[in-house]
């Protein structure tokens, strides 16, 4: 849901080793849901997008994982690189009509090369 | 194909002044979309417009703020009598409009600093 105020949660990990972000959404009735990466100083960028009739879909080096059933996200990142380093925040499109995006908190994931 | 452009990308306000924000969306993007994030936090939704229409102003507080994207040239946020509290980043992203579920394009932000 709406980020609420809290410093972001951190994600440290070393170069070549598999990335894990966690994200919980909070409209059951969302029917879209999308990863973004912000780096410092630009605008979110599109990562990878699911649809709620899907579980899993992957993309280069990418995979999102959906669980409706306990309204839970996660982005899966292979091989991390220094690149990679960013804010990572999950999106959610709630199905109430119209396309206003709905970002959570989000994840600052760190890469130690 | 140019991106989502917004100017200026730094603006620096006393308090009481006003502060006009511009994004211009992606070619052939009818959508535009006003987020505000503050330091460590995520995008707050403040406004969707189409051309010419406010469709949904849910997350834009009702005094001082207003938006507009006018049938030609760029989208412009207006806040009027700027506070400290003000200070932000402000993005603007647009969409096709086409679908009905779409991702958004960002631009690279106004940050916004009230003295």
């Known amino acids: 849901g709406e980020s609420v105020g809290l410093h972001l949660p951190t994600l440290s990990v070393q170069e070549g080793d598999n990335s894990i972000i966690n994200c919980a959404y909070s409209?059951?009735?969302?029917?879209?849901f999308i990863w973004y990466k912000q780096e410092s100083g630009k605008g979110p960028q599109f990562i990878i997008d699911?649809?709620?009739?899907?579980d899993k879909r992957q993309g280069q080096r990418v995979t999102v994982l959906l669980n409706k059933t306990v309204k839970h996200l996660s982005l899966q990142i292979a091989a991390t690189q220094p690149g990679d380093s960013a804010v990572y925040f999950c999106?959610?499109?709630?199905?109430?009509?119209?396309?206003?995006?709905?970002f959570g908190a989000g994840t600052r994931l760190f890469v130690k090369a | 194909n140019a991106g989502v452009m917004q100017n200026p990308r730094h603006l620096v306000r006393r308090r009481g002044q006003e502060a006009r924000l511009r994004c211009s969306p992606m070619?052939?993007?009818?959508?535009v979309y006003w987020y505000r994030q503050l330091p460590e936090e995520g995008l707050k939704f403040m406004v969707y417009?189409?051309?010419?229409?406010?469709?949904?102003e849910s997350g834009m507080p009702k005094e001082r703020f207003s938006a507009e994207f006018p049938k030609e040239g760029p989208s412009i946020l207006r806040i009027q009598q700027v506070v400290r509290g003000d200070s932000a980043a402000y993005f603007c992203?647009?969409?096709?409009?086409?679908?009905?579920?779409?991702?958004?394009?960002f631009g690279s932000g106004t940050q916004l600093s009230v003295l």
């Open positions: 699911i649809r709620s009739n899907m």
């Open positions: 070619k052939g993007h009818s959508h």
């Open positions: 999106a959610e499109i709630p199905n109430t009509g119209g396309f206003k995006t709905i």
């Open positions: 409209n059951s009735a969302s029917d879209y």
């Open positions: 417009l189409q051309k010419e229409n406010i469709i949904d």
């Open positions: 992203a647009s969409s096709p409009g086409t679908g009905v579920l779409e991702k958004l394009f």
